[in-house]
């Protein structure tokens, strides 16, 4: 066996994969497979043969690629994408629009988007929307040109939609002509995307699940290139777990209702104090918000407390304490200094929350929430607290979000019972074993309401 570290070397410079830990193993493989094919162990020889032969470099990358995906994974930004930006972009812009799924493996992205355009638009979308697929793997774009799907990757698409959009051909499904005709799937490397057609500029780059597999250097050479491919004011969206780890300064940030977003034309944040006195009581066609955007609930003119002075941690518990007294104003001015300085505090974040939450704003209080999650998915309080706002109807309600919260909760605190949830300056707002035992009391019975039928 030849020595991987010429191979780590050669692949993460020519497709920026990041081959260490248990992804080695599918390296080995790989180098087995290409050592057999060419007859020899001589590491140099190898890597002339995949620089000079593209079948060849093909077929390597395709064992190093993780092409998990199905359609409508993380289906709250597909459904944000569809039923808010788009409009608004076609308002603004007219069509047609053009969006990328850069790393679309064996395109179940692509084509979800494409179904929930055609269920929005009609027939219209068609002309009104251009969508590509790009992957650096041929393999998976064969498969997406092909169209023909079974399994596990229908596990989140509606039956309605699945039976809309497929035809049952042997023991698979097959996609709908005129959703194949529609997207079209290009090779795409995106360390180099100027190397083929790609198309572009791009009012939308999905890249979502992709960045996982590259190191910091490598996502910010991406984050420049993906950049160049975006139209002015086009948008880059990266999976739900990505998006901190892509804030690297090359794009901006934007939060629009919970939904996060880089966009290149929004160059600074805003002053946080200002910007959480502008945006009150947003309503939903409002301009965009940027990151730091999001509305407390609104002040009362009363006079700062007077421990305004003191350091983070003491005001983050005398917060605390006034919310525990149903002084919610109170609290709110402590907090809003806090969150100016540090929009990530989990601590703060979470109070904001449960502040925003009394004062009935449930979607401001769920949203808070979730930026603290962003931040520490180990803050047990504020899955409890999402799923609370979900049961007890203060939201509508989405069972399996519901229950996927008490669930983290349970499983977080099996783990570690007297987990601090990530919290680092207060102490958790309810005990975590009462916070246990009511998650799985709450987990239970709506397994009950549902039956076992
Ligand atoms: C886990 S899949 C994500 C699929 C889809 N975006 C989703 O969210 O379900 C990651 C894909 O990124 C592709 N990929 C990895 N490195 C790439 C590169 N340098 N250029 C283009 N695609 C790449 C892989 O081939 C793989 O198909």
Not at 288 to 294: F, N, V
Not at 402 to 410: F, H, M, T, W
Request: glycine share 6%.
């Amino acid at each position: 066996m030849s020595s991987l570290a010429p191979f780590k070397q050669w692949v993460h410079q020519h497709c920026g994969l990041h081959l260490e830990g248990l992804a080695e193993a599918r390296l080995i493989r790989a180098v087995d497979a290409l050592q057999t094919e060419i007859g020899t162990q001589d590491s140099d020889t190898l890597l002339a043969h995949l620089a000079h032969d593209n079948a060849l470099f093909d077929r390597f990358i395709s064992q190093l690629t993780v092409n998990e995906t199905y359609f409508f994974r993380e289906p709250e930004a597909i459904h944000w994408l569809v039923d808010t930006h788009l409009p608004r972009r076609l308002a603004d812009k007219g069509g047609p629009l053009r969006l990328l799924s850069a790393g679309c493996s064996s395109g179940e992205e692509p084509y979800s988007v494409a179904m929930a355009l055609l269920e929005r638009y009609g027939d219209r979308a068609q002309t009104l929307f251009h969508i590509t697929g790009g992957d650096v793997d041929q393999q998976v774009l064969n498969k997406a040109q092909a169209g023909l799907y079974s399994g596990m990757a229908f596990r989140a698409l509606h039956p309605a939609l699945k039976t809309r959009y497929f035809t049952p051909k042997e023991r698979s499904f097959q996609l709908v002509d005129s959703l194949r005709q529609w997207v079209s799937f290009r090779s795409l490397n995106l360390l180099a995307p100027s190397a083929g057609p790609i198309g572009g500029p791009f009012d939308v780059i999905l890249f979502r699940n992709v960045s996982i597999y590259f190191d910091e250097a490598t996502r910010r050479q991406i984050q420049r290139q993906l950049k160049q491919l975006l139209a002015p004011k086009g948008i880059l969206l990266c999976g739900v777990t990505e998006t901190l780890g892509n804030d690297l300064g090359v794009l901006s940030l934007v939060d629009d209702h919970g939904i996060f977003y880089f966009q290149a034309d929004n160059t600074a944040l805003p002053d946080m104090a200002a910007t959480l006195a502008a945006h009150d009581a947003e309503p939903p066609e409002a301009p965009l918000a940027p990151l730091l955007a999001m509305p407390l609930p609104a002040a009362q003119p009363e006079a700062p407390p007077s421990s305004a002075q003191c350091e983070p941690t003491a005001l983050l518990q005398q917060a605390l304490e006034q919310l525990n007294q149903n002084r919610f104003n109170e609290a709110k001015a402590l907090l809003e200094p806090l969150l100016a300085d540090d929009p990530w505090s989990v601590d703060a974040l979470l109070l904001a929350g449960l502040v925003a939450r009394w004062q009935q704003q449930p979607q401001q209080a769920f949203d808070c929430f979730k930026r603290a999650l962003y931040v520490a998915p180990e803050c047990w309080p504020a899955h409890f607290y999402q799923a609370e706002l979900l049961r007890q109807g203060e939201l509508p309600d989405n069972p399996t979000q519901r229950q996927r919260g008490y669930a983290a909760v349970v499983r977080l605190l099996e783990a570690s019972p007297t987990s601090s949830g990530g919290l680092k300056a207060i102490l958790p707002p309810l005990p975590p074993g009462d916070a246990c035992f009511l998650a799985k009391r709450y987990a239970a019975e709506q397994t009950a309401t549902q039956g076992v039928g």
